[in-house]
């Protein structure tokens, strides 16, 4: 309550000066006048619905609204300098930009519901991570987009379903949503919520960028009732999921889990979600896909960028491959065993406008999604204090009066023109590319600056692997990792 202390402070001079002012000297006025408008302002910041920071903070928003705004534009300035010397290249013989935006097909041979994704989605954020406010504005703005939302690993809420919007549904190592009474996997319950008509897919999150190698963090002082319930912990304690699953720890087991979540779903398309970690690991889930004759149906492959809702990492940006290195990485591989027709590659790590789309499908993802950016679109001011419960703006927080700020239906409006806006802004690039599909993006399409005066094309940076070379005979330069990887051991 200490944050509606300021307004109240000025309301109550405000009205001594004015009793002053009648009572002692019309001098007083001189105090009275400006105090008064202070009142209105933030009589004014209270009562609105549009915007959630001066409803929190009435008066108070009007000093943070300056430093917020260059928190903003020191993290552009950091995102314009790692790529100020990447260029698209456009052509001479652009095309007319598509009507409607593109979208893709998501779903394997083994796939019995296939689902066309957009070329941006929103990124896994959970419920408890996020309020419900934001997680209820995100799905209805999905489905006024047609677009997707992730679940995030916190399990399918009632803030999910309420708003009629796609979901892909994510499950972590915790099971959330999903969860047995020893913390183990129920089938059972996995089966009963797959089978729901908003649920389009089924995500197994093996890591994430900024926590790859450990579990995800929900803070106690986030951990309401309501977040205990719908994730069976105890409330006000701090939720570690373990690091690893508990359903597999080879290759060879994830990729049949995998094969079992997606009959059990009915035949919805099933995937994965990783941080890559090294190139081997990730040959030896190929090889298991190769020896089983089983694909998931997606991969999301998250940079070491990426975020969270815990808070800051010791190892933020230092343990994982960056998304640039994941992806091709992942790309690589899956064409490189055979197998990237049957696999599509989502992206996520600071995707946030239509140039970033477009240069990601470049370097081999097939669509992208988006976390921080969405938060925005939400009102997210970062004030970088998701992980205590208190985000001024009702995104990440489970206060309710904090949440409540947060105006449903506005921000909902706001989520789906941010990605109609910015897919239509990749559509128009990729036309002045000369590129009418997503699929005709390749690596010769981005080019990057190299040395003074040197520009090279992703093609002639990174090396590309033909359909199936790994397994004709792997150039040197894969060799030992192929040799190495196994079905049985992550390695
Ligand atoms: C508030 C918040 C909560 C997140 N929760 C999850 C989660 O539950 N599961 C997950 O796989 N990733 C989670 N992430 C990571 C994002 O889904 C995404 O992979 C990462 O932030 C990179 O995307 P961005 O750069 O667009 O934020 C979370 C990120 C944020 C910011």
Not at 199 to 218: D, N
Not at 460 to 485: H, I, N, T, V
Request: net charge positive; with cysteine; aromatic share 6%.
């Amino acid at each position: 309550m200490r944050r509606f202390l300021p307004l109240l402070l000025v309301a109550l001079t405000a009205a001594g000066a004015t009793v002053a002012s009648f009572a002692l000297s019309a001098r007083w006025w001189l105090a009275a006048g400006p105090l008064l408008a202070l009142t209105g302002l933030g009589g004014r910041d209270l009562l609105q619905r549009r915007r959630s920071l001066p409803r929190n903070y009435p008066l108070l928003a009007h000093l943070r609204y300056p430093t917020t705004r260059s928190a903003h534009s020191s993290d552009a300035r950091a995102k314009e300098g790692e790529e100020r010397d990447e260029f698209l290249v456009p052509s001479l013989r652009p095309v007319e930009a598509a009507e409607e935006p593109p979208v893709v097909r998501v779903g394997g041979p083994d796939c019995r519901l296939p689902y066309d994704m957009a070329l941006l989605n929103v990124s896994a954020m959970s419920f408890g991570a996020l309020s419900p406010q934001a997680v209820l504005a995100l799905n209805r703005g999905a489905a006024l987009g047609r677009f997707a939302q992730d679940t995030g690993e916190g399990g399918l809420s009632e803030y999910h379903l309420r708003g009629g919007g796609d979901l892909v549904w994510e499950i972590g190592s915790g099971y959330f949503g999903c969860r047995g009474p020893d913390g183990g996997f129920d089938a059972r319950e996995f089966a009963d919520k797959a089978a729901l008509p908003e649920v389009k897919c089924v995500s197994v999150k093996l890591s994430q960028g900024a926590t790859p190698g450990s579990g995800g963090v929900l803070p106690g002082v986030k951990v309401s009732a309501e977040v205990a319930r719908e994730r069976r912990v105890p409330e006000g304690v701090t939720v570690v999921s373990p690091p690893g699953h508990r359903e597999f720890s080879t290759p060879r087991e994830l990729v049949l889990f995998l094969a079992r979540l997606r009959e059990a779903a009915g035949g919805k398309p099933t995937g994965l979600k990783l941080c890559v970690g090294s190139r081997r690991e990730f040959l030896a889930l190929c090889r298991a896909m190769a020896a089983e004759g089983v694909t998931p149906d997606f991969v999301i492959v998250d940079g070491s960028e990426g975020g969270t809702g815990s808070g800051p990492t010791q190892a933020a940006g230092r343990l994982g491959m960056p998304l640039t290195q994941g992806l091709i990485t992942v790309h690589n591989a899956l064409v490189g065993v055979g197998l990237r027709d049957r696999v599509r590659i989502g992206a996520s790590g600071r995707v946030a406008t239509g140039a970033d789309i477009v240069r990601r499908l470049a370097q081999g993802a097939d669509y992208t999604n988006a976390a921080r950016a969405m938060m925005l679109a939400l009102g997210c001011v970062r004030a970088r204090r998701c992980h205590t419960g208190a985000c001024p703006a009702g995104v990440a927080t489970q206060d309710p009066l904090r949440a409540r700020a947060l105006n449903v239906a506005d921000k909902a409006r706001r989520v789906r023109h941010y990605q109609r806006e910015t897919v239509r802004d990749a559509v128009r690039i990729m036309a002045a590319m000369g590129v009418r599909e997503p699929g005709e993006l390749t690596p010769a399409h981005l080019l990057r600056r190299s040395g003074p005066g040197v520009l090279c094309s992703y093609a002639e940076l990174y090396e590309w692997l033909a359909p199936g070379e790994l397994l004709a005979g792997p150039p040197q330069s894969w060799a030992a990792d192929w040799k190495a990887a196994s079905p049985d051991d992550f390695g």
